[in-house]
Every structure is written in structure tokens, then in C-alpha cells.
């Protein structure tokens, strides 16, 4: 009957040596986010990028516009060059070459305004802001330790499908 206590009470203090041992140790969880697709989601639905994409638009309809105008300009010429009009054909030539210099340099300079307006987009706090704090509610409420970035492509090898945030992120920024 003693030996049976002794066997039962070291039995019970193997069993709780264990079940203490297995409640101290935490399981580290990681998830993972595909940065880009939350940006292009975010970005995609909010005014400055519907304002950058008018524009974008706009400057593309003049340049057609003007590239329509050179075509037309440049069967002008040839009609009168065919013709033996050859005096016309100098005066359009050098309309075409000025209007071809004028497009070239509203091209070049609506390329500027378009990248200043895309960088200003791509650095938006409030944008870094919202995701920082929607990162930081979902690793808190899901038991996350660490959420890592897809983008850092040395960072992260491999991972599980079962770990990739991406679309409870794009869901909680309400996107």
C-alpha cells in the first residue's frame, strides 16, 4: 500500500513537473502580410489616387489629342508635297516641328508632375498609420509575436498559407 502511494504520488508530481513545464512554454506564432497588396488595396478606393489617376487620364487624352493633330498635320504636308506645293509644305513642316517640340516637352513635363504626385502617395503617413494600427490589433487579438513583410524578400523563405494576414488586414482597413 506504500509502495502504491509513493508510485501514485511520484506519479502526480511527474504529471504536474510535466503540465507545468508545457503551460510555461509559449508557442511563438508569426504571421505574415503581403505589404503591396494592402497598399494597392488601400490606395485603389481613397481620392488622392482617383485625383492621380484623372490626371493621368487628362494628360493622356491631350497627348492623344496632339499626336492626332501631328498625323493630320503630317497628311497635310504630304498632300501638298504630292501636290508640288512646295511652299505650303515647308510652312507645315515647321508647324509639325513645333507642335512635335511642344508635345514633347508637356510630355516630359506632365511625367514630372505625375511621379511627384505617385512619391506623395507612396509615402503617406496616414496610410503607415492605419496599417501600423491594424497590424498591431490583429497580431494582439490573434496571438501573433512578430508579423513580417513579404516585401523583404531576404527576410522571409517560406511560409504557410495558414499564416498570411493579407486579407484580414485588407478587410479590417475596411478596403
Given amino acids: 500500500m506504500k509502495n502504491k502511494l509513493l508510485v501514485c504520488t511520484g506519479l502526480i508530481f511527474l504529471c ?11 508557442i511563438t506564432r508569426f504571421g505574415v502580410v503581403d505589404t503591396a497588396k494592402v497598399y494597392n488595396a488601400y490606395f485603389r478606393n481613397s481620392a488622392p489616387v482617383r485625383n492621380y489617376e484623372k490626371k493621368k487620364t487628362e494628360f493622356q487624352e491631350e497627348i492623344n ?9 503630317q497628311k497635310k504636308k504630304l498632300e501638298y508635297e504630292e501636290n508640288g506645293n512646295e511652299s505650303a509644305a515647308l510652312r507645315t513642316e515647321a508647324e509639325i516641328t513645333k507642335k512635335k517640340d511642344y508635345l514633347t516637352e508637356y510630355t516630359n513635363a506632365k511625367n514630372v508632375e505625375l511621379e511627384s504626385l505617385q512619391k506623395s502617395l507612396q509615402n503617406s503617413d496616414e496610410f503607415y498609420k492605419k ?3 491594424t497590424l498591431s ?30 486579407e484580414q488586414v485588407i478587410s479590417d482597413l475596411g478596403l
Fill in 65 to 73: 489629342k496632339r499626336t492626332d493633330e501631328l498625323k493630320q498635320l
Fill in 137 to 166: 490589433r490583429i497580431a494582439e487579438s490573434g496571438g501573433y509575436s512578430m508579423i513580417l513583410s513579404l516585401q523583404d524578400a531576404n527576410a522571409v523563405l517560406w511560409y504557410s498559407s495558414s499564416v498570411d494576414i493579407t
Fill in 131 to 133: 496599417l501600423y494600427n
Fill in 16 to 26: 504536474s513537473v510535466f503540465c507545468s513545464q508545457l503551460t510555461a512554454q509559449q
